[in-house]
């Protein structure tokens, strides 16, 4: 199936390294990152957990909870986290989705629909290093998809998570390379006359459609 923004992220029971869980339950209240990884035991995929497992408490601090996907047994999983843990100096802390059935990474089209579960290859697995964002409401805020080669950047997807919560309660929008603390955008929908209510300290104008406030607390 195709995932688009804005719609209802599909719902799935599946086994991971922390329990069976059903996707929309685990969720509750919180946002939430699903990220897929082509494979385990190998070595872009061992940096990307690593890496997550450090960034964790910033989700963590932003009401989000992670969980990993691959096309593999929870069993490896269990066994692949003491190399992650060895070599990346962070003990994986979220759970792990055994996918290999590949259900999830179908559901997600984050793999070839025809691709073997038994017999993968490296071309089977070319799409599989997606990330999904999904909001309370159980929608797809955001979708990020990698090659196998490329290493994800982490500090981006946060970077957008942060620009995502912020419109979602705001109402705003935020320009290029946009990080925390910076200046937002005041989106053409917004008239003049609504901008100077809602921000009585003031905006920037720099063209009609162009307008800079500082960002809502």
């Not at 071309?123 to 990698?146: C, E, H, Q, W």
């Not at 982490?154 to 935020?174: G, W």
Request: aromatic letters at 8%; hydrophobic letters at 35%.
């Amino acid at each position: 199936m195709t995932i688009r923004l804005g719609e209802d992220a599909p719902d799935f029971t599946a086994e991971t390294t922390e329990g069976t869980i059903h996707f929309h339950d685990w969720i509750g209240d919180h946002w939430a990152i699903l990220f897929s990884h082509p494979k385990d035991f190998t070595p872009v995929c061992t940096t990307e957990l690593g890496y997550m497992a450090r960034l964790k408490p910033e989700f963590d601090r932003r009401n989000t909870r992670i969980i990993g996907l691959s096309v593999d047994p929870v069993s490896d999983h269990r066994k692949w986290v003491k190399d992650i843990e060895e070599t990346q100096g962070a003990a994986v802390n979220y759970p792990m989705i055994g996918d290999d059935d590949l259900k999830v990474a179908k559901l997600y089209d984050m793999i070839h629909p025809n691709a073997s579960g038994g017999t993968r290859t490296a071309v089977d697995n070319a799409t599989v290093r997606s990330v999904f964002i999904v909001g309370p409401d159980k929608k797809v805020k955001a979708m990020l998809v990698y090659p196998m080669s490329a290493g994800r950047n982490f500090d981006e997807v946060l970077r957008l998570l942060d620009a995502l919560q912020l419109n979602a309660k705001h109402s705003v929008a935020t320009p290029v390379n946009w990080k925390q603390g910076e200046d937002v955008i005041i989106p053409t929908s917004v008239s003049d006359d609504a901008a100077k209510q809602k921000y009585p300290q003031g905006f920037r104008t720099l063209k009609p459609y162009l307008r800079y406030v500082e960002q809502p607390k």
